[in-house]
């Protein structure tokens, strides 16, 4: 499974229909489970971005495939970073 983390920011749309947020967290989850992935923890923040996801998908496609369907919600705004352990990017330096 590859990780991802997902930073979220409500539309102003999103904003205007906040009280709709757990309705929309269940969708989301439906399309990560649709390709296979799985939706870790979901925190709320402040600063720039709202919402911050830890997402883990089995392959790449998987992870374009569910996050274009988060992006039709137009609720949301979604920056998507492939995150990997500390341990392998040390690793990886050697």
Request: glycine fraction near 6%; proline fraction near 5%.
């Amino acid at each position: 499974m590859f990780t991802y983390v997902a930073l979220l920011k409500l539309t102003p749309e999103g904003r205007e229909t906040l009280k709709e947020a757990p309705k929309y967290l269940e969708k989301i989850k439906g399309f990560v489970e649709a390709e296979k992935g799985e939706l870790g923890e979901v925190f709320a923040m402040m600063g720039p971005w709202d919402f911050i996801a830890i997402v883990k998908y089995p392959t790449v496609e998987a992870a374009f495939k569910a996050h274009a369907k988060v992006a039709s919600l137009e609720v949301i705004e979604v920056e998507t970073f492939p995150v990997e352990s500390v341990e392998l990017f040390m690793k990886a330096l050697v």
